[in-house]
């Protein structure tokens, strides 16, 4: 079970200023530190009631979560609101895309402060674009693939509920579903993942992985919370 976490103040401190045209996102927290929005807590608590209601051989048996905290608080705040006593591990590979010296630029920003780097980008797609300091999306596969070994040795056999981030999600389903690039991008162009949202990946008996959910969001509704689409990942238009 893959989920988004809830909605953060760095996702409407982008999405303000992405609207409002500025060069530069109003945030004062490093990325890591950025909390969730009084919504994003409620998103949570909405998860965790859903989560309480799944039957004992469906809810998760274990939970690996991103170190940064608005992972961390959806994780705790859904737990708890489940009744669940299950630990939550931390892995730093888990961590949302670096994006170097264009962290808290819009796209304005960037085009303003680094054309170079922008027109770099616009020549080799968001998938091998690294900006300078930070990730590609191939870099950012290469730790999911090692993280997924290290996962499929420790929990083999267990239902795993993962709390992580829009980008690593689609590059989790890039990886277990052997996607191309095209398909990677045109999904995440085309149906990107929302706060909160549940995701599943089944192992058939061959081996192989199968998608049997894709940002699943009943319960926030069910539940009264809000349903929010920030671009987490504010590289994420095709090039």
Not at 146 to 151: G, I, K, T
Request: glycine share 8%; proline share 4%; hydrophobic share 40%.
């Amino acid at each position: 079970m893959l989920v988004r976490h809830g909605e953060s103040v760095g996702n409407v401190a982008a999405t303000a200023a992405e609207r409002a045209g500025l060069e530069v996102i109003d945030l004062e927290t490093r990325d890591a530190d950025t909390p969730l929005s009084a919504r994003g807590a409620e998103q949570a608590e909405a998860l965790g009631t859903w989560l309480h209601e799944q039957s004992p051989g469906a809810g998760p048996e274990v939970v690996w979560c991103s170190p940064y905290v608005r992972a961390e608080q959806t994780a705790t705040i859904a737990l708890a609101a489940a009744g669940a006593t299950l630990d939550v591990r931390l892995d730093e590979r888990l961590r949302d895309r670096e994006l170097g010296i264009l962290d808290l630029l819009t796209r304005t920003g960037v085009e303003a402060r680094y054309p170079q780097e922008a027109a770099r980008r616009r020549h080799l797609g968001k998938f091998y674009y690294r900006p300078p300091g930070g990730e590609s999306w191939a870099d950012l596969a290469l730790r999911v693939r090692a993280f997924l070994a290290d996962l499929d040795r420790v929990e083999s056999g267990r239902r795993v509920l993962l709390v992580a981030h829009d980008a690593v999600i689609m590059t989790i389903r890039y990886v277990c579903e052997a996607l191309t690039e095209h398909e990677v991008l045109e999904l995440g162009r085309r149906d990107p993942v929302r706060n909160a949202t549940v995701t599943r990946l089944a192992r058939t008996p061959a081996g192989a992985w199968t998608l049997t959910a894709f940002n699943h969001d009943y319960h926030l509704e069910r539940e009264g919370a809000a349903t929010t689409t920030h671009a987490g990942d504010r590289d994420a238009l095709p090039h």
